[in-house]
């Protein structure tokens, strides 16, 4: 009797419009948390400023290693917009119930992935182009020419999409926001110490470049330094070439791992309420 | 139909009633176990369309279980669910989008503005409420702006409410809605629910509070150890009607106290005795807490 109220024929609304609803909500959830704007875009930033200023040294070539950090920073940095900040919050949102809260809602599921891509891609196209203002303005670091743009910009996609897929199904080991940061941040930066962001990869030890080696980062690294170091330097790699198949091999095959991982591990719930 | 006119008020539903699909919740038989013991066990329950139905009981005798299977966030081990006729383990978007839900964890930390989050809810939805006027009938007007985080309790828990029926739900599910409110908030709460059943809206409450069951509920059921033990009008909730009626009144300078079954006679012999007011004269059923507190005291 009391059905007739409930419109049954209105149409939902279309699955764009809650993507933009959700792209906008995930933009503004991120620009306003003071910690996230910093944790993930200054951090690198100030390691870039002083690593600068302190260790200015020439690496051979006439290259400075503000020069080769530049590749490793820009790495590190998406590897914090995409891996670091889909697990802390991602896991932050599951334990608060925001999740569940969605769940309950009409909102098509992939609606809440989009919304953390977009989310992903904007920080990390920031991040990047902070980091080179940064770098050509107070190091003279040169900006990538020509080709290298190209190479850029796959291997930034490639090794986002298999940090941003790792992260999301990271968050659910994690009890909660705070046990995601705390598991994933010693994770992240002993990554960086052994994967050639803050020393060169050839003066990192063989046994530590080998467990580096399974990991995205050290190949993010590599395909990045091929983009801002000139070709003599490839010499220095282990392979003694950029190796920029094997580097998309590695971070494609990343990839399909990571999303095979969210889909058998995803949970919009707690742990034990189902 | 038939079931309210003829037993009115009464206990259980008779076992062998059918699945009604056009109720706004039908439950036959439900079972739900964690590990070997079962929290919910052989549960049946009807709410008709346009009630509010008060759901009680003691933490932990299936409440939440229940209204989350059919709110579709839990699987279950047996029984048929029906919710506003489709089976909660087969959710559409469609499905949902008939449905409000005011989690008891509330719905989030958020950076956003009341606004904000109302407008992004309401974006879910196909006929959403204008979200300007879901914060005035919750009274968060002046909070419009302010982020989510930086809300009191009271007020948090009106944005849950206000977040679950910006979609314009047939069928709103309130678990525990008041918790953390000051009485006065609880008031405005209660003409707020009051208001949105004026406007046909279906509500399934749980609720520690009693008195709030007995100011909004049509009809309160009482679960206990997993099953639904009796349904009635507050009113008559446990043999409440037909329960002798406490005189209290102070003579002599002693408090006295008789339990009769005919109380208007009573009083009436009793004012014959005093020759103006009966001192401190005060008539009580049993308040809906004490047969509550029997009524699960019985089964525990």
Same mark, same amino acid.
């Given at each position: 009797m009391t059905a007739t109220v409930s419109g049954t024929e209105v149409a939902l609304p279309s699955v764009t419009s809650v993507y933009r609803s959700r792209s906008a909500v995930e933009l503004k959830e991120f620009f306003r948390q003071r910690e996230s704007v910093v944790f993930t875009l200054a951090f690198p930033v100030i390691l870039l400023v002083v690593f600068g200023a302190v260790l200015d040294y020439d690496i051979g070539g006439g290259v400075s290693f503000t020069q080769y950090f530049m590749a490793g920073i820009v790495a590190a940095g998406i590897l914090g917009s995409s891996l670091q900040n889909m697990a802390i919050s991602i896991a932050t949102e599951r334990s608060d119930g925001t999740l569940k809260h969605l769940l309950g809602t =009409?909102? =098509?599921?992939s609606a809440y992935f989009v919304g953390k891509v977009v989310q992903v891609l904007a920080v990390t196209v920031l991040i990047i182009a902070i980091l080179l203002a940064v770098g050509r303005l107070a190091y003279g670091v040169p900006l990538p020419s020509g080709r290298d743009w190209f190479t850029f910009a796959w291997v930034a996609v490639l090794g986002s999409a298999a940090c941003t897929l790792l992260g999301i199904a990271v968050s659910s080991l994690a009890k909660n926001g705070r046990s995601a940061s705390a598991m994933i941040t010693p994770i992240a930066l002993v990554l960086q110490f052994i994967s050639?962001?803050?020393?060169?990869?050839?003066?990192? =030890?063989v046994w530590m470049q080998t467990i580096a080696s399974f990991f995205p980062l050290k190949w993010m690294a590599q395909g990045l330094r091929s983009v801002f170091l =000139?070709?003599?330097?490839?010499?220095?790699?282990p392979a003694g070439t950029w190796e920029l198949g094997r580097v998309a091999l590695v971070l494609g095959g990343w990839c399909v791992a990571g999303l095979v991982l969210c889909v058998l591990t995803f949970r919009w719930q707690d742990r034990g309420s189902d | 139909m038939t079931r309210s006119s003829t037993v009115p008020a009464a206990g259980t539903l008779p076992p062998s009633a059918p699945i009604d699909p056009d109720a706004a919740i039908s439950v036959r038989g439900l079972v739900k176990r964690y590990g070997d013991s079962a929290?919910?066990? $052989?549960l049946d329950l009807d709410i008709r369309r346009g009630e509010i139905f008060a759901l009680l009981g003691p933490n932990g005798a299936g409440k939440t279980t229940t209204v989350e299977i059919c709110e579709g966030f839990r699987t279950r081990d047996g029984g048929e669910v029906r919710v506003l006729g489709t089976d909660p383990a087969h959710a559409t978007r469609r499905w949902k989008a008939q449905l409000g839900i005011v989690l008891q964890s509330g719905a989030g930390d958020s950076q956003l503005t009341c606004r904000e989050l109302l407008g992004a809810q309401a974006s879910y939805y196909p006929e959403p409420r204008d979200p300007d006027e879901v914060l005035e009938l919750v009274g968060l007007t002046e909070k419009a $702006?302010? #982020? $989510? #985080?930086?809300?009191s309790g009271g007020q948090r828990r009106r944005l849950d409410v206000a977040l679950g029926i910006v979609g314009r739900p047939t069928l709103l599910f309130l678990d525990e809605?008041?918790? $953390?409110?000051d009485p006065e908030a609880r008031r405005q709460f209660w003409s707020l629910i009051r208001s949105l059943r004026d406007l046909g809206t279906t509500m399934l409450l749980t609720t520690h509070y009693l008195d709030e069951a007995e100011a909004l509920a049509d009809r309160v059921g009482v679960i206990a150890r997993g099953r639904l033990v009796e349904v009635a009008v507050p009113s008559t909730l446990g043999g409440r009607g037909n329960a002798p009626a406490v005189v209290t009144w102070t003579e002599d300078g002693v408090r006295r106290s008789e339990a009769t079954p005919t109380p208007t006679a009573f009083v009436q012999q009793l004012s014959a005795r005093f020759p103006g007011e009966v001192p401190d004269l005060a008539v009580a059923r049993p308040t809906l807490e004490d047969v509550y507190l029997r009524m699960i005291g019985d089964t525990l």
């Open positions: =009409p909102m =098509p599921k050639g962001v803050f020393f060169q990869f050839s003066q990192v =030890p =000139p070709d003599v330097l490839a010499a220095q790699e | 929290a919910v066990d $052989g $702006g302010a #982020r $989510g #985080r930086s809300l809605p008041t918790t $953390g409110f």
